[in-house]
């Protein structure tokens, strides 16, 4: 089903404790609730086998301040909100199987806005709770794949850009993780549209206290420019 990029795309949410159960008894029944997956400029060939191109499993990282408080079973999870339009894929692969792609795994995401804000949250003066953007969960295909349709994402203060990303199996948390992106493209887009009245973000990936240690395994890759959008995939490996 494809979304317009216009109106709101929420298909069903969910209460943290009713999408648990749901993706523990039924890989079927997600997939009947969300509907097709939003078109998405990304093939299986553009994944990498692995972390960052190697396989090991991918760093653990906080949460966050802003996990989801519901859950929304959709791949389009712009809610019409404005930016550089992002086609991200997110590979999942076993490490323990030689990196083989995991099917039917649950892909969580969520991100703030172009202004640096969070849904359903208040925080620096931004009232957020009553909003659900840029929030979304998907299962991944035979290929281990899931793709949502985002925007690219903004900054807030002390943080590098980035996107949260959690792994669920049968209703089971099996990694979370963040991810990043490249200092070059992030001051692209922040020169451009409605992100180019905060200017560019001043945490860079080195001194952002998630990403110094470990930012070689959780870099997207990503092509495009501001005008036309970018796609970008990103490889989470799993001890399944």
Not at 83 to 110: E, K, M, Y
Not at 125 to 142: C, H, K, M, S, V
Request: hydrophobic fraction near 40%; include cysteine.
């Amino acid at each position: 089903m494809k979304q317009s990029p216009g109106k709101p795309t929420i298909v069903r949410a969910l209460s943290r404790r009713e999408a648990m159960s749901l993706l523990g008894v039924s890989g079927a029944a997600l997939s009947f609730g969300c509907g097709a997956a939003a078109e998405s400029a990304v093939s299986p060939s553009s994944i990498l086998t692995g972390t960052a191109g190697a396989c090991a499993v991918t760093p653990t990282e906080t949460v966050g301040p802003f996990p989801s408080l519901a859950d929304f079973l959709r791949s389009d999870i712009r809610e019409g909100r404005p930016g550089v339009p992002l086609a991200l894929a997110i590979s999942v692969v076993n490490v323990n199987n030689g990196c083989a792609p995991v099917a039917s795994a649950a892909v969580d995401v969520w991100q703030c806005d172009a202004e640096g804000h969070y849904s359903q949250y208040s925080q620096s003066g931004y009232n957020g709770t009553g909003a659900t953007f840029l929030r979304g969960i998907q299962l991944t295909d035979g290929n281990g794949i899931a793709t949502f349709t985002t925007i690219y994402p903004g900054w807030y203060q002390g943080r590098a850009t980035h996107i949260h990303v959690e792994i669920l199996q049968n209703g089971v948390s099996r990694k979370v993780t963040q991810i990043a992106f490249p200092e070059s493209v992030t001051a692209a887009v922040y020169a451009s549209g409605v992100y180019a009245t905060r200017g560019s973000n001043p945490t860079t990936n080195a001194s952002d206290g998630i990403f110094a240690d470990s930012l070689s395994s959780e870099m997207a890759m990503i092509s495009g420019d501001p005008a036309s959008g970018y796609t970008a995939s990103f490889t989470v490996g799993i001890s399944a």
